[in-house]
T-cell receptor, first 110, second 113 residues
Framework: EDQVTQSPEALRLQEGESSSLNCSYT??????LFWYRQDPGKGPEFLFT???AGEEKEKERLKATLTKKESFLHITAPKPEDSATYLC???????????FGKGTKLTVNP | NAGVTQTPKFQVLKTGQSMTLQCAQD?????MSWYRQDPGMGLRLIHY???????DQGEVPNGYNVSRSTTEDFPLRLLSAAPSQTSVYFC????????????FGQGTRLTVV
């Protein structure tokens, strides 16, 4: 069973069409949930860290939220340059390891 | 500030050949790790290190060796390359502790024929 599950696998939006990406996790002892953006041919780029249920963080058109079982990445009025794969990862227990979901590929059409 | 630097960016190997993927960071991070990324599989942890002289296995360690002689460098060695090791490899580093995101290199695309 995957410890981190992202949905949907792929999402196509029109420019300006807001939506949300989901990251659900089954680990206990969550020490941090991380969102990354990955462009084709590049390494993942850090976006947000969330630590406790109810926490929210924003950056431009992106807003990340966290509950006890899942996190959402809300994209408001997206632009074509928001097209990328968005990765979710968790750090839990006594380990420094990051466990990643498989990502959501977002395409925003002009 | 270079961040995390991986070399080479691309590599083609023949089955059975050996090679080393290089990773260096200039942020004085204690924690370094290697991931492979395959279509539909996401990022999977190969090996990691919490400091010089200390390494441990991740989720998919078979066929790979690592060592950490300095804080800055964390090379990944393929002892006898197999087609199943065709993948994109990413090195990452971070400080240890709660408020610490990982920084990634640009990746090495490896093809084993």
């Amino acid at each position: 069973e995957d410890q981190v599950t992202q949905s949907p696998e792929a999402l196509r939006l029109q420019e300006g069409e807001s939506s949300s990406l989901n990251c659900s996790y089954t680990v206990s002892g969550l020490r941090g949930l991380f969102w990354y953006r990955q462009d084709p041919g590049k390494g993942p780029e850090f976006l947000f860290t969330l630590y406790s249920a109810g926490e929210e963080k924003e950056k431009e058109r992106l807003k990340a939220t966290l509950t006890k079982k899942e996190s959402f990445l809300h994209i408001t009025a997206p632009k074509p340059e928001d097209s990328a794969t968005y990765l979710c990862a968790v750090r839990f227990g006594g380990s420094e390891k990051l466990v990643f979901g498989k990502g959501t590929k977002l395409t925003v059409n002009p | 500030n270079a961040g995390v630097t991986q070399t080479p960016k691309f590599q083609v190997l023949k089955t059975g050949q050996s090679m080393t993927l290089q990773c260096a960071q200039d942020m004085n991070h204690e924690y370094m790790s290697w991931y492979r990324q395959d279509p539909g599989m996401g990022l999977r942890l190969i090996h990691y290190s919490v400091g010089a002289g200390i390494t441990d296995q991740g989720e998919v360690p078979n066929g790979y060796n690592v060592s950490r002689s300095t804080t800055e460098d964390f090379p990944l060695r393929l002892l006898s390359a197999a087609p199943s090791q065709t993948s994109v490899y990413f090195c990452a580093s971070s400080y240890q502790g709660e408020n610490t995101e990982a920084f990634f290199g640009q990746g090495t695309r490896l093809t084993v024929v």
